[in-house]
């Protein structure tokens, strides 16, 4: 039997959200702000819905591009993010 040499690219994925984590973060930002028992898991799930909206119009630059491959260009046309230093092209 030969063993493999590469390694695999599989990992855990955590089924529960890191709520100790997401606690000790809102309560650093804003120790003023109170928020319910379950308030955690609802901005928890709120970035979790962000990222994948965001993964899903990246993709769709990237196939318009004819690009197989999600690049930074295509993730920052999705969040329409401008970048400093580059001039637009639209004139005032």
């Known amino acids: 039997m030969v063993l493999s040499t590469t390694v ?3 990992k855990h994925i955590k089924r529960k959200a890191p709520r100790g ?3 000790r973060v809102f309560k650093r930002q804003k120790p003023h702000l109170r928020l319910e028992t379950s ?3 609802l901005m928890h799930l709120n970035c979790l819905l962000f ?3 965001l993964a899903e119009e990246s993709r769709t630059n990237a196939c318009e591009n004819k690009c197989g ?6 993730v920052l046309a999705a969040a329409k993010v ?3 230093g580059k001039a637009s092209s639209s004139s005032s």
């Open 8 to 10: 695999s690219q599989r």
């Open 21 to 23: 984590f997401l606690k």
């Open 39 to 41: 308030g955690d898991l």
């Open 51 to 53: 990222v994948h909206r």
């Open 69 to 74: 491959i999600i690049k930074k260009e295509h």
């Open 82 to 84: 401008k970048r400093v």
